[in-house]
């Protein structure tokens, strides 16, 4: 059975990973999987939460120094 464009594609994107792990220990594959670390919150929530802090703090100055 012939391969399809897709799994030629896939069967080269894993022999390319196969051929960067040969020779390495696990730990030091293991290693390189751990520094990827992901953020417990996502860029969206981050930017509204600083979009309230921040601008309750703006708020706070303007009202300070116009309306003592």
């Given at each position: ?28 594959i293991k ?38």
């Amino acid at each position: 059975m012939a391969q399809t464009l897709e799994q030629r594609r896939r069967n080269a994107k894993f022999t390319k990973e196969q051929d960067a792990r040969r020779g390495k220990s696990e730990n030091e594959i293991k290693k390189r999987t751990k520094d990827v670390t992901k953020s417990p919150i996502s860029p969206f929530w981050l930017g509204i939460l600083a979009f309230i802090v921040f601008g309750g703090l703006v708020f706070e100055v303007l009202t300070r120094i116009f309306f003592r």
